[in-house]
């Protein structure tokens, strides 16, 4: 049998970290949104083997277990003990690792659909697993519930799935833009006094868009949240001023990752490109995925 499974990117716009000791009540405030491009994960699953194999690959290149703990902590528990059989795990990312775009999550979550799928499960126990595997091994905290809820999405309580609590603001013509530019480490950003104003500022943040919930609200607290922890700073600030004199929403950045990303109309598209080419940075232009993940059986 071959299973695929389909999860959107998720791009955080600005969050409150709520670490617990239970990882279903680990999670995190906040906004973000869900993109067309993501992680496909397509699981082969054959028996009549000797022994029982679970094996995982990244972008078509084996990966030893090490280098993927998520993804075998959630195969582990899916896969039967008693199965023999070879499990296959491919994971396919549109966006490079460690960008902000939810790899993690979208592998852990793809995973346990596509075997849950295969061997039998729930969707919500499927996706407790994923979140539990993302906090246990510190993937992240919010983006499977996030990327559960498709759109743009507003984190209004933490946990994980079946805890926390997801809404989702009302949009009309909005195309997603990112620019990314290279890799943040979530532990290291979020190590230090950074926390400290990340607290504040996220949940003012959230209490502000709770307010007025419309997308260009969310784009204006995000970039107010991004220049107010100081995380956004540098070029990257200096890009994000050059993108705003083109758009009519400001930019901000990725949470987290070297990268800035915008909503924006159809006839924005022109002169947002013409800047980034005549700046030379890498970018693209995607559709908000609406939906909630997909996943079944693969026929070519």
Do not use: C
């Not at 204006?220 to 600030?237: D, I, K, Q």
Request: aromatic share 8%; proline share 5%; net charge negative.
């Amino acid at each position: 049998m071959l299973v695929r499974a389909f999860v959107p990117a998720h791009i955080t716009a600005f969050f409150v970290p709520r670490f617990h000791e239970d990882p279903n009540k680990a999670g995190s405030l906040g906004a973000g949104v869900n993109l067309s491009k993501g992680t496909n994960v397509f699981a082969s699953v054959e028996s009549g083997t000797l022994e029982r194999h679970v094996h995982v690959a990244f972008n078509g290149e084996p990966v030893k277990r090490d280098e993927a703990k998520i993804s075998h902590y959630v195969a582990e528990r899916l896969v039967p003990e008693d199965f023999l059989g070879e499990v296959e795990v491919w994971q396919y990312f549109d966006f490079p690792n460690g960008y902000g775009f939810g790899n993690s999550a979208g592998g852990a979550l793809g995973t346990a659909l596509a075997l849950s799928y295969a061997f039998g499960g729930t969707w919500l126990s499927a996706a407790k697993l994923a979140h539990e595997a993302e906090v246990i091994h510190r993937g992240g905290l919010g983006d499977v519930v996030g990327q559960l809820a498709g759109g743009i999405e507003v984190r209004v309580k933490a946990g994980g799935p079946g805890v926390g609590v997801v809404d989702n603001l009302f949009f009309e013509g909005y195309r997603v833009l990112v620019v990314p530019l290279g890799p943040l480490h979530t532990k290291d950003v979020l190590d230090g006094d950074v926390i400290k104003s990340i607290e504040v500022e996220g949940r003012k943040a959230l209490e502000e868009l709770l307010r007025d919930p419309r997308p260009e609200r969310m784009m204006v607290l995000a970039r107010e949240f991004a220049e107010g922890t100081g995380l956004l700073n540098g070029e990257l600030l200096e890009t994000a001023r050059e993108l705003d004199r083109v758009l009519s929403n400001p930019s901000s950045m990725i949470m987290l990752g070297k990268g800035l990303f915008a909503l924006v109309r159809e006839e924005e598209l022109k002169k947002a490109r013409n800047l980034l080419e005549d700046l030379e940075l890498p970018y693209d232009i995607l559709d908000i995925h609406q939906e909630r993940p997909s996943v079944g059986r693969w026929v070519e």
